[in-house]
């Protein structure tokens, strides 16, 4: 074979990767039942492709293929290992003898595969921190020195976080199945606040020198893309609705230099107006179903800021009503901050500063720096300005995001 024809074969196996890899991994584990096991087989795969593919061509099912081989290879290393431990070559025999031809899976088996797979990887047992990890390792195929960039962790302690989630899978004999439908309430909100909290890590990074990380929030509307295509549940396409209509506006949410716009000073014209009207979209199918919860509820007052021309036409009575609806839903100390925020753009910054004080007085969000950020502002518009600076410098105390502490300092600059 020609070195042109090496070349192409390399191009179309790095092809394949980039568009099966994962499909053909969540395969692998439920064929082996083992993720450490499917991971290796994968590599062994893709491995022998590139050798065989450059001699026979590529096959015309190449995901069969590479579920195929990789489960050969997998039982073969088991038998290679039987000579240190015997009940490898057991467990050996007992997957060549009950698994099928995995040439036989088709599109619908390989999309329930991946949905097993999401599911396990969020299974309640875990811890959140674990389930973000696994979901980008396994379903998205980060790797784990990216994962650990994004989350401003060393890859070490990642890759141990990743470790102790396989072993309390295994351990703990998580089943590798979707939930039957009286438990998919429940195990879909697990799901969902996973995703959720990607995207949330990548729209508003907690600390560093980028307000966003448009990589990660880019990977939870992947993640929630394929979500809906397996399971369009209402909420399922609220989330996907929010992400999008948030992830609109962010070429506007920081200037050139990297510093914070707020949503009033934003110019909209930089908004994607390809994503709202896509999330508008998602937004009404999740309305229509009169099923939706929290996600749907937070899009639709993404939407109202989405509709609106300018900051001044922004219907904020709306906006107060969603809120209140959303605080009877799903309760929440920031939820209220957020009613109380819309309070005072609707009725005034008094009104609001009350509502936000009695909050803070109780002392569920004294930590939380978007809780002092806000009352700051409230102050600051007020003319209330000793109790503005100390606002703003508990906040700044508060935040580890650079951009956030540049605007803090500014606005202590300007109160004087």
């Not at 994968?42 to 065989?52: E, G, K, S, V, W």
């Not at 934003?266 to 508008?280: H, S, V």
């Amino acid at each position: 074979m020609t070195q042109n024809a090496v070349e192409q074969v390399r191009e179309s196996v790095d092809a394949i990767y980039r568009a099966e890899s994962r499909r053909v991994l969540a395969t692998l584990i439920r064929l082996l039942g083992d993720f450490d096991l499917a991971e290796e087989a994968l590599h062994d795969a893709f491995t022998a492709a590139l050798d065989q593919w450059a001699k026979e061509g590529v096959p015309k099912n190449p995901r069969a293929w590479l579920v195929s081989t990789g489960r050969f290879k997998a039982i073969d290393a088991m038998r290679r290992r039987a000579r240190f431990d015997a009940s490898r070559e057991t467990l050996a025999g007992h997957l060549d003898s009950t698994i099928g031809d995995p040439t036989e899976v088709d599109d619908q088996g390989v999309e329930d595969d991946r949905l097993r797979l999401i599911f396990t990887c969020c299974h309640p047992a875990l811890s959140p921190e674990a389930c973000v990890a696994l979901t980008l390792r396994e379903v998205c195929g980060l790797t784990t020195e990216e994962i650990a960039r994004a989350f401003l962790t060393v890859p070490p302690t990642l890759a141990q976080r990743i470790v102790r989630a396989k072993a309390k899978i295994r351990d703990a004999r998580i089943p590798y199945q979707v939930p039957s439908s009286a438990e998919l309430p429940d195990r879909l909100d697990t799901v969902l606040q996973v995703i959720y909290l990607v995207f949330n890590e990548g729209y508003s990074a907690s600390s560093g020198a980028s307000l966003t990380r448009s990589d990660l929030s880019s990977e939870a509307i992947r993640l929630g893309r394929l979500l809906l295509e397996l399971l369009p549940e209402p909420e399922a396409i609220g989330l996907l609705a929010l992400m999008l209509l948030q992830e609109s506006r962010r070429t506007a949410r920081t200037s050139p230099t990297g510093d914070v716009v707020l949503l009033e000073d934003q110019d909209r014209l930089l908004w994607n107006r390809d994503q709202i009207a896509e999330g508008k979209a998602l937004l009404e199918r999740a309305l229509s179903s009169r099923r939706f919860g929290p996600y749907t509820l937070q899009a639709a007052i993404a939407a109202v800021h989405a509709e609106a021309p300018n900051a001044a036409a922004t219907d904020w009575a709306q906006i107060v009503g969603l809120y209140g609806l959303l605080a009877r839903v799903q309760p929440s100390p920031v939820v209220e901050l957020n009613h109380a925020v819309a309070v005072a753009m609707r009725d005034g910054p008094g009104a609001g500063l009350v509502l936000i004080d009695a909050i803070i007085a109780r002392g569920d969000l004294d930590v939380y720096h978007l809780a002092h950020s806000a009352r700051a502002d409230l102050c600051r518009r007020l003319g209330k300005q000793a109790e503005a600076r100390a606002a703003y410098e508990r906040a700044l105390t508060l935040t580890q995001q650079e951009a956030e502490r540049r605007f803090y300092e500014r606005r202590l600059r300007e109160l004087g």
